[in-house]
């Protein structure tokens, strides 16, 4: 089944604390998301391995495995961003489409081993990226098509969330 596209701006995250996961970007400093990433990014393995990765809650709900399969592409992706943001000025980010993603690329299908492995090294590499940012660098630009700006900084506030939220997603519901 298809899942109904997210067409909302997250942007809202870096204004005030997420009401779903509670994560308050406001409180991130550049320097503290090379350790988020690796914290998150441990934690998806054991989510991988549950036996009903493959299970959507209901159906508008991604299952585990294609929250997990997202998050690994959310760090290539914003791997990608940052890089050009650290050697370009003010570049203009390509667009992505998330849900054509997951249906392109067939999320709900991997292998959870594979996309385990993938995701962490993607994370970690992110993790090492962030880490190597230069103290100069942090204001550094880059923009969305649709207009929104970030720095250096702001880009990794903006992005910690995401895979804190979906772990949150997944965990969550799973507990319940």
């Known amino acids: 089944m298809a899942i109904v596209p997210d067409t909302k701006n997250w942007t809202w995250v870096l204004e005030r604390p997420c009401p779903e996961c509670g994560l308050d970007t406001s409180s991130v400093r550049l320097a503290d998301v090379?350790?988020?990433?690796?914290?998150?990014?441990?934690?998806?393995?054991?989510?991988?391995?549950?036996d009903l990765v493959r299970v959507r809650p209901d159906d508008s709900t991604w299952s585990p495995l294609e929250y997990a399969a997202h998050v690994r592409d959310v760090f290539r992706i914003f791997a990608s961003r940052l890089a050009a943001m650290l050697s370009d000025d003010n570049p203009l980010f390509e667009n992505w489409d998330?849900?054509?993603?997951?249906?392109a690329e067939r999320y709900a299908e991997l292998d959870p081993a594979f996309v385990s492995a993938e995701l962490v090294s993607a994370g970690n590499q992110l993790a090492d990226a962030f880490e190597a940012v230069p103290r100069d660098a942090a204001s550094r630009t880059g923009r969305r098509s649709d207009?929104?700006?970030?720095?250096?900084?702001?880009?990794?506030?903006?992005?910690?969330?995401?895979?804190?939220?979906h772990l949150w997603d997944v965990t969550a519901r799973r507990a319940v």
């Open 34 to 50: 090379p350790g988020i990433l690796r914290e998150n990014t441990a934690a998806w393995p054991a989510v991988l391995r549950d």
């Open 147 to 165: 207009g929104a700006v970030f720095s250096v900084e702001t880009l990794g506030r903006y992005l910690v969330h995401d895979p804190i939220h």
């Open 98 to 103: 998330q849900d054509a993603t997951a249906v």
